[in-house]
Structure formats: structure tokens, C-alpha cells
Nanobody, 125 residues
């Protein structure tokens, strides 16, 4: 089971980035893929998640209306489109997989079994 996150970088406030999470090694039908982030000195926090089957989506309030999570079935990849970025979005972003089929994707990091390496997002003011 592998998750590979990419797409981070340095962007000015108001700019956009698209993160990708390529998943391999298991069938995604019963999984949800989530994005979390961790800023220096802060706890890891939920950003967004999508259930592979049915496409149910969940967002943190802090990113609603600015971030969009989506999936590409053919590429086994989940994307996080981040628009109107703010300095407070600066963090290391991680993607993770939850193998328990839930009606709504979980916001709790402890319920995610598999994690990719992080990708740094830095938003300058």
C-alpha cells in the first residue's frame, strides 16, 4: 500500500496550487482518501476527504469554498485544488487512506490506516 503526495510549493497569498495523491497497492472501492496538514508547532488537522465509492466528500470549515477535492478513477489519484490560499494554509500536507467504509469520510486522523509522505505548501503574505 503506497500513497504518494506531490504538488506542494511556494505561492503568494491569493494564489493556487493543486496537490496530487497517487495511490497504489490496493483497491480503493472501500476506502476514503483524506488530506491532512500540519503546521510547525501545531497538531495535524483535517482538510478534506473523499469516499472513493459514491464520492461522498467532507471539508474542514476553514477550507470550504476555497479547496476542492476530487478523484480520477483511471489514475487512482486524488487531487486537492487549493485556491485563494492564505498564509495560514502554510503546512506540510499529507494524504491518507481509511479502509473502513463510512457513510461520511472521517475527519479523525487516527482512523486513517495508511499515510503518504508530506508535501510542503508555503503561502507568502
Amino acid at each position: 500500500v503506497q500513497l504518494q503526495a506531490s504538488g506542494g510549493g511556494l505561492v503568494e497569498a491569493g494564489g493556487s496550487l493543486r496537490l496530487s495523491c497517487a495511490v497504489s497497492g490496493f483497491s480503493l472501492d472501500d476506502y476514503a482518501i483524506g488530506w491532512f496538514r500540519q503546521a510547525p508547532g501545531k497538531e495535524r488537522e483535517f482538510v478534506a476527504a473523499i469516499r472513493w465509492s459514491g464520492g461522498m466528500i467532507n471539508y474542514a470549515d476553514s477550507v470550504k469554498g476555497r479547496f476542492t477535492i476530487s478523484r480520477d478513477n483511471a489514475k487512482n489519484t486524488v487531487y486537492l485544488q487549493m485556491n485563494s490560499l492564505k498564509p495560514e494554509d502554510t503546512a506540510v500536507y499529507y494524504c491518507a487512506a481509511d479502509g473502513v467504509l463510512r457513510r461520511v469520510p472521517s475527519t479523525h486522523d487516527l482512523e486513517y490506516d495508511y499515510w503518504g509522505q508530506g508535501t510542503q505548501v508555503t503561502v507568502s503574505s
